[in-house]
């Protein structure tokens, strides 16, 4: 049964994943480090899909770093409203966070936590600076932010 809702959530991620990569490389034409500046959402599911498949414990925490903040927080940085444009990217947020919770609970289930916590500390030494990556780009390139649904007054702070 573990591996079955494991199942489901990697395919919706994986659905919501390729929607987002269409929306933000073919239609709006963004460039891979444009992309990678306004979402690191695909990126990290593609990454807990990889250890889900593999079985890996270690990769899975990794990405439940990269989840848990953009899926996570996302729920609460974003707009809601019964607008397509809004629910789509906080429908993916919520998968993502389901996403982290099966991940917890596999670890603990299969008593795999060390592995977890070591994925999961390699995942923030890698999360750190690519965070400050994006900060720093939207900085310096405000009008990507719209792509988000960001209003065209909203400048992230140094």
Not at 24 to 41: D, E, G, H, P, Y
Not at 54 to 74: E, H, I, P
Not at 83 to 88: E, G
Not at 148 to 156: E, I, R, T, V, W
Request: proline share 3%; aromatic share 16%; charged share 10%.
């Amino acid at each position: 049964m573990q591996r079955k809702i494991g199942l489901v959530l990697v395919v919706l991620n994986l659905i919501m994943a390729l929607m987002a990569t269409n929306y933000f490389l073919r239609i709006q034409k963004l460039s891979i480090i444009q992309w990678l500046a306004v979402n690191t959402c695909t990126p990290s599911i593609i990454i807990f899909v990889i250890g889900y498949f593999l079985k890996n414990m270690w990769l899975m925490g990794f990405s439940a770093v990269f989840l848990l903040f953009y899926g996570g927080c996302g729920l609460i940085v974003f707009r809601w409203s019964l607008n397509l444009q809004d629910l789509f990217p906080q429908t993916g947020h919520i998968f993502m966070t389901c996403a982290v919770i099966y991940i917890v609970y596999v670890a603990i289930v299969k008593h795999e936590i060390k592995k977890f916590f070591i994925g999961a500390l390699i995942g923030l030494l890698v999360f750190i600076p690519l965070f400050y990556f994006q900060h720093r780009y939207q900085i310096e390139n405000p009008e990507l932010l719209k792509l988000l649904g960001f209003k065209d007054n909203y400048k992230p702070t140094e």
